[in-house]
């Protein structure tokens, strides 16, 4: 399989996890937990093979395009950075080892929402692009 068509299964995969993880309820919540780190996971190899963009953002002409796309991408970092630790922090089965008390449940899981609904929306608009 070349390159070109990795990426494209690769990119399937973060879009099937991600609307996997969207309804919580119908999924649980340890199945919720193990789709997010399986995510991450791809998310990594997704950013291994577009490094070649992240190694040329200092370089070359900032188009109006260009400029919202590297935007957009920064944006998108904060969320999911912000979404994975609120998810280790209320993590009750991956992650439960970790010494956060009940109080980090409430405020957490409002952190996690916040960082998720965002990230859906520049997802999105990320794919768009």
Known sequence: ??????????????????????PYELVGEAAHEWIGVGMFAVLIIHHILNRKWTGHIGNGKYTPVRIMQTILVCLL?????????????????????????????????????????????????????
Do not use: Y
């Not at 399989?1 to 099937?16: C, E, G, R, S, W």
């Not at 956060?100 to 768009?128: D, K, N, Q, S, Y």
């Open 1 to 22: 399989m070349n390159t070109q068509k990795f990426k494209i299964v690769i990119d399937i995969l973060l879009t099937a996890a991600l609307l996997l993880l969207m």
């Open 77 to 129: 970092v904060i969320s999911i950075l912000g979404s994975m630790l609120s998810g280790i922090v209320i993590s009750r089965h991956i992650f439960s080892f970790l010494p956060f008390g009940p109080e980090a449940g409430e405020t957490g899981r409002a952190v996690h929402m916040f960082f998720a609904f965002w990230g859906f929306i520049l997802m999105c608009l990320h794919g768009g692009m």
